[in-house]
């Protein structure tokens, strides 16, 4: 080591350096070492039990191997701190021990290049949206040494803090896309767990396969199971027979937004259709239902004078037979529907809507919105009890979006989990400095 490194100065208080920089105890310093920027400081343990674990009986030392680790920058100059070891062997010929390395779990831990201190505070770094790489720039070390630090004790810290699972009383499953690999038919899809009532994610599974989200859900502890009251989905079979058999207590909740998108989709269709057959064509600039289409699809409440003029003026237009109008004002009978505070209203309304768009003489695209309006409408009224909705579940996945794109896309399941969760579960940071990882 000595013939590596040229020594411009060597400390004549290690104590202070060790208060300093160290600061652990039974730790002394050996030297400082300093080469253009290229910064060491080698330490070693006092105090080492000279014992075999095995049998009792006297070690001796056998080795002093130097490992070097990467430490927090000092005034902006990335640090090494080098850690002489101590390889012990026992003495007995008749022990079973052979050899053994001491370790120290605050200098740093096991198969982990960067120092405790270190591996922590870049968890907390890339945990709050850094790029990987930006902070192994600044540690002056690789790629992989900072991201295997950040997903030992990312997962260390996930697995200690538990608030994330005992505080949810409403929880929201859906699907986002993990990886793309060419057309549509090769995505793989994921399933991000959110707890709606509070905002955070809860877990992401690497599949949304029944089986396997159902086996997340019954690996649950049981009162966590009684506790939650209701749970949020998008008109997913899969996810509400996840419901219906793993939480059999708890109220489905159909997102709102998902089936007024429902509606702005059959009213879309509609459109179209009506389009073609009196035009022989698909929407062009200058024909009435195609300059009146994203009129359609906003909010009646939100259209001033003049736009109501002029989607009135284009339907009488591009829509002699007004199935255009009529799926438009089916549209806004379903907002109408959801504005509603009162719950007995609200279900007579949508009574009312269905039997309406199951009307023979209807469009069949608003036959067909009716008939899915059918099938979910208990769990589609459930929202005027709980008013609970999956767009918290959305909006997390926006986040979980934004990980991949600093990332630039992941191909390594458990490193997207844990980035993800780091980011938007809203972890207990304070737990951290706690956390023994050995």
């Given at each position: 080591m000595t013939n590596k490194f040229q020594s411009t100065f060597v400390h004549r208080d290690p104590i202070g350096i060790v208060a300093a920089l160290v600061g652990l105890k039974d730790v002394r310093v050996v030297e400082y070492r300093r080469r253009r920027s290229d910064v060491q400081l080698l330490i070693e343990q006092t105090g080492i039990a000279v014992f075999c674990p095995t049998c009792g009986a006297r070690a001796q030392v056998k080795e002093r191997p130097v490992v070097r680790y990467?430490?927090?920058?000092?005034?902006?100059?990335?640090?090494?701190?080098?850690?002489?070891?101590h390889r012990l062997a026992c003495r007995e010929s008749a022990c079973p021990a052979t050899t053994w390395t001491c370790e120290d779990h605050r200098i740093a831990a096991k198969n982990c290049l960067l120092t405790t201190r270190c591996a922590k505070w870049a968890t907390v770094q890339v945990g709050k949206g850094r790029a990987v790489s930006d902070v192994a720039a600044e540690l002056n070390c690789d790629w992989h040494t900072v991201n295997d630090a950040v997903m030992t004790y990312g997962q260390a810290l996930l697995d200690a803090d538990r608030k994330r699972l005992n505080a949810t009383t409403a929880i929201g499953l859906d699907e986002t896309s993990f990886l793309k690999l060419g057309s549509a038919r090769s995505r793989s899809y994921v399933t991000t767990v959110a707890d709606v009532a509070n905002h955070q994610i809860i877990d992401i599974l690497p599949t949304r396969a029944f089986v396997d989200v159902a086996r997340w859900v019954d690996a649950q502890p049981d009162a966590w199971k009684r506790r939650v009251d209701f749970g949020a989905l998008d008109m997913s079979a899969t996810y509400a027979a996840v419901y219906s058999v793993m939480l059999p207590d708890a109220r489905q909740v159909v997102d709102p937004f998902h089936c007024v998108q429902l509606a702005n989709r059959a009213l879309d269709e509609v459109r179209r259709r009506v389009q073609r057959?009196?035009?022989?064509?698909?929407?062009?600039?200058?024909?009435?239902?195609?300059?009146?289409?994203?009129?359609?699809?906003?909010?009646?409440?939100?259209?001033?004078?003049?736009?109501?003029?002029?989607?009135?003026?284009?339907?009488?237009?591009?829509?002699?037979?007004?199935?255009?109008?009529?799926a438009y004002r089916v549209k806004e009978r379903l907002r109408e529907f959801y504005r509603t505070t009162d719950i007995t209203q609200a279900r007579t309304m949508l009574t009312e809507l269905v039997e309406h768009c199951q009307r023979p003489a209807m469009p069949k695209e608003l036959r067909k919105l009716g008939a899915t309006l059918h099938r979910w409408f208990d769990k589609i009224c459930n929202f005027?009890?709980?008013?609970?909705?999956?767009?918290?579940?959305?909006?997390?996945?926006?986040?979980?979006?934004?990980?991949?794109?600093?990332?630039?896309?992941?191909?390594?399941?458990?490193?997207?989990?844990?980035?993800?969760?780091?980011?938007?579960?809203?972890?207990?940071?304070?737990?951290?400095?706690?956390?023994?990882?050995?």
């Open positions: 990467v430490d927090l920058p000092v005034y902006g100059q990335p640090m090494k701190l080098a850690w002489r070891k057959d009196r035009t022989g064509h698909r929407g062009r600039r200058n024909d009435p239902l195609y300059r009146v289409r994203r009129v359609l699809l906003t909010g009646e409440e939100k259209l001033t004078d003049h736009a109501v003029a002029r989607l009135t003026s284009l339907l009488a237009l591009g829509d002699p037979h007004g199935e255009v109008a009529i005027h009890i709980a008013r609970v909705s999956n767009g918290p579940t959305e909006a997390l996945n926006n986040l979980i979006k934004r990980i991949k794109r600093i990332g630039f896309g992941f191909t390594n399941f458990n490193n997207y989990r844990i980035r993800a969760l780091l980011y938007a579960g809203k972890p207990n940071w304070r737990v951290l400095g706690s956390i023994t990882v050995r």
